[in-house]
């Protein structure tokens, strides 16, 4: 099994910055593609970013270049770095798995709160 812990968030003010770490355990080499979501208050859960075992990283389109997610091998991390954040960035950020098995992994989320 794989377990996810994220962390991070906080409260920031708008064009501040913010890195979320997410630390992996269990069987890593069982996943595939991780990936960064977020769930605004109100609204469904959306894609962020992910990024392949490979190295590709894929972004939603609505970013504009402000998002990097990245991984640290040698400390079994995933990474956000979010810059120039807005109000509208505030949301619960969630860490994701895709396993080999085809099975979805989820942490538990990190709260991020854009407001002056």
């Known amino acids: 099994q794989v377990q996810l812990m994220e962390s991070g968030g906080g409260l920031v003010q708008p064009g501040g910055s913010l890195r979320l770490s997410c630390a992996t355990s269990?069987?890593?080499?069982?996943?595939?593609?991780m990936g960064w979501y977020r769930q605004a208050p109100g609204k469904g859960r959306e894609l962020v970013a992910t990024?392949?075992?490979?190295?590709?990283?894929n972004y939603a389109d609505f970013l504009k270049g402000r998002f990097t997610i990245s991984r640290d091998n040698t400390k079994n991390t995933l990474y956000l770095q979010i810059d120039s954040l807005k109000p509208e960035d505030t949301a619960v950020y969630y860490c994701n798995a895709l396993l080999h098995t085809s099975q979805f992994v989820w942490g538990q989320g990190t709260l991020v709160t854009v407001s002056s």
């Open positions: 269990g069987n890593i080499l069982s996943i595939y593609v």
């Open positions: 990024l392949q075992n490979d190295g590709r990283s």
